[in-house]
């Protein structure tokens, strides 16, 4: 899924709530890995995806090098999977500490990645 298209489907989407996470954030959680694995810098892969009860993270490679990233809930904070999330270096694909915490807008995902990879900070 491109950028244009999670931006049409899931933009200003009131998602479900509840003890149980909704069908259209299990649907949102597919779009959104689509939409990372696209956006990943030349030679990346995504090493592992985790869908929370309404969030989502992971771990991005290149190169021996890792990166987290990470969304706000969905439900309490609107549009903010586009506008603020979460990236970081990290040691290896079960280091949810590693570095400073750094902020991108999904426009600008794919360029901080290569910012961190290149620069790693």
Known sequence: MNLAQIIKTWKNHTFSTGMTTGEDFKLFAKDFRKFVKSALPENAK??????????????IEKNGKYIYFS??????????WMNNILIRTAKNPRDYYGGANNYTTIWEFKYALERMFT???
């Open 46 to 59: 995504l090493v592992k995806y985790n869908t929370g009860h309404y969030y989502v993270s992971g771990f």
């Open 71 to 80: 969304i706000p809930d969905v439900r309490f904070f609107p549009n903010e």
């Open 119 to 121: 620069e790693g900070r």
